[in-house]
T-cell receptor, first 117, second 110 residues
Framework: NAGVMQNPRHLVRRRGQEARLRCSPM?????VYWYRQLPEEGLKFMVY????????ESGMPKERFSAEFPKEGPSILRIQQVVRGDSAAYFC???????????????FGAGSRLTVL | GQQLNQSPQSMFIQEGEDVSMNCTSS?????WLWYKQEPGEGPVLLIA?????ELTSNGRLTAQFGITRKDSFLNISASIPSDVGIYFC??????????FGTGTRLQVFP
């Protein structure tokens, strides 16, 4: 039973390029969460998605960042026109039911580490 | 917004020593979680706490959910080298967001 799978594990982009990070939740989980971790800091919530729907994007920067979780396939976190400040580890987590309404824990993937040159 | 203050920021201990770290929140939680993160990996759940006053153990780890619902602590007894990592507290209160603490970096020397 595979856990939360994220790829790529490491991604290097130049300023102005696009970064796409993918997340496949655990089998049977339809709730996906993206978190960002800056160096030497804790994880910060970005967005919560359920299949085909964005439920809460209150932690997403207003520009350049978008997320989707299509009916088929992995969830995608997309960062357009990356800047150096986007360099961070991006973690995906999943749960079987909504956090706080059934599920109380999140299972995290190993993360995607983005470096912007 | 909600904030979690975690202390200490870092600890350097000798193998065999006991470790204690804690987390305080500016508002109440109904779930407290403790995660461990090793270099290059994602957080792995250690202990979950669901009721005020609850004391739960997982091997050499023991965690408690504070009575006020605004704090939690994690103890590690008889530390070993593989305990090295960053320990995060996290909590939520009927929302879809887990709030994370700033982490305690643990270094164990043989």
């Amino acid at each position: 039973n595979a856990g939360v799978m994220q790829n790529p594990r490491h991604l290097v982009r130049r300023r102005g390029q696009e970064a796409r990070l993918r997340c496949s939740p655990m089998k049977g989980h339809s709730h996906v969460y993206w978190y960002r971790q800056l160096p030497e800091e804790g994880l910060k919530f970005m967005v919560y998605l359920q299949k085909e729907n964005i439920i809460d994007e209150s932690g997403m920067p207003k520009e350049r960042f978008s997320a989707e979780f299509p009916k088929e396939g992995p969830s995608i976190l997309r960062i357009q026109q990356v800047v150096r400040g986007d360099s961070a580890a991006y973690f995906c987590a999943s749960s079987q039911s909504p956090l706080g309404a059934g599920a109380n824990v999140l299972t995290f993937g190993a993360g995607s580490r983005l470096t912007v040159l | 917004g909600q904030q979690l203050n975690q202390s200490p920021q870092s600890m350097f201990i000798q193998e065999g020593e006991d470790v204690s770290m804690n987390c305080t929140s500016s508002s109440i939680f109904n779930t407290w979680l403790w995660y461990k993160q090793e270099p290059g990996e994602g957080p792995v759940l250690l202990i979950a706490l669901y009721k005020a006053g609850e004391l739960t153990s997982n091997g050499r780890l023991t965690a408690q959910f504070g009575i006020t619902r605004k704090d939690s602590f994690l103890n590690i007894s008889a530390s070993i080298p593989s305990d090295v990592g960053i320990y995060f507290c996290a909590g939520h209160y009927n929302t879809d967001k887990l709030i994370f603490g700033t982490g305690t970096r643990l270094q164990v020397f043989p």
